[in-house]
């Protein structure tokens, strides 16, 4: 069992998908285990420049953000700002949703939701929603009292080094956190790949994501067992796999 960081089993079904959190049909959700156990290793990797520095994390290929939404509520702490882009509007909508769990005002708006779905329907599931949803909310108060976590969203492809760079506005990121399309039901789409077809996606996405990382920075890469994940300009500074998925710790040379 590779768990070196998310080792507790905490409550997850708190965060469970289509619960509080959005969730969209064919689109499955990354585990929360999973993703605390990576960000735990990015943070051991990360050569922040300063004691108790708070990171701005970004995924490129977000899909619904469920994994970073969710992410937040156990790394509050460590987090100063989470950006999120996706090239399929749709997904993107669902993740921007996801993200605005993370505002008392959005947790606020998805209570009301539940409720008008509870009054109407009266599903146990909705209750138990509401009732995790009113747990959660008295978490975020906490939190947003110590320091708000900022969010942006954009739609871009992430193999569009000019897209991502634009969306991210001069914001320079930390830790990358990423769930690369399987293939299966998600596939990888096309902006500008399919200019330069002959190349591998995983190399342009890699290749975009140099100039905005900071110093000290970490990207670390989900994918199938198969795929393969290198590039010149990244040292690996580690790998575990789970099942299926294997994920990789790349980090840039200096
Ligand atoms: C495996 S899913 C990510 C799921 C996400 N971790 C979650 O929990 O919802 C991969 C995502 O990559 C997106 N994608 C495919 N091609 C892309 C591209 N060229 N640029 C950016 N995103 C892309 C898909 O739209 C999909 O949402």
Known sequence: MPYRFARDRENYELYASGGVFY?????????????????GRCMALWDADGEGRRCTLYDPCCGGAYHLATLAYFQWDRLARIAASDIDPDILALGARNLSLLTVDGLDRRIAELDDLFRQFGKASHATALENARILRRRLVAFT???PVETRTFRADATDQNAVRAGLAGTAVDIVITDLPYGQRSRWHADTVALN???????????????????????????????????EGYRRAGRFSLGKRQTVFLQPRG
């Not at 975009?208 to 670390?220: I, Q």
């Open 23 to 39: 969730s969209a049909p064919g689109h499955a959700a990354f585990p929360v285990r999973l993703a605390n156990e990576i960000f």
């Open 197 to 231: 077809a002959a190349q591998d996606p995983v190399r342009q996405m890699l290749d975009s994501l140099l100039p905005v990382l900071a110093p000290g920075a970490v990207v670390a890469v989900a994918a199938t067992k198969r795929t393969r994940i290198e590039h």
């Open 145 to 147: 009292r110590d320091h």
